[in-house]
């Protein structure tokens, strides 16, 4: 998943590095990527995801409030309920 748009870290292993950080994603963007992403799993594979990682564009850490938001929508039994 993704946390920011952009990134601003310029890590030499990263393409994300030459995009400008943009923005942090908010607790609810981060959360609506991974509802997507679990829909079409279920579209294409009939199951549910079972794990998740923070890769996608930008440095989770520096996000960090919103991450911790995220994951526990993500893991509330009233969210998506993946532990």
Do not use: H, W
Request: charged letters at 15%; proline letters at 2%; glycine letters at 8%.
């Amino acid at each position: 998943m993704s946390s920011q748009v952009g990134c601003s870290l310029t890590c030499s292993f990263c393409a994300t590095g030459f995009l400008k950080r943009e923005r942090n994603l908010t607790a609810a963007e981060i959360y609506d990527q991974v509802v997507l992403i679990n829909q079409q799993s279920n579209d294409s594979v009939g199951r549910n995801l079972s794990n998740i990682v923070f890769m996608g564009m930008g440095e989770p850490l520096m996000n960090y409030n919103n991450v911790i938001k995220a994951i526990d929508m993500i893991t509330s039994p009233t969210g998506l309920g993946i532990t």
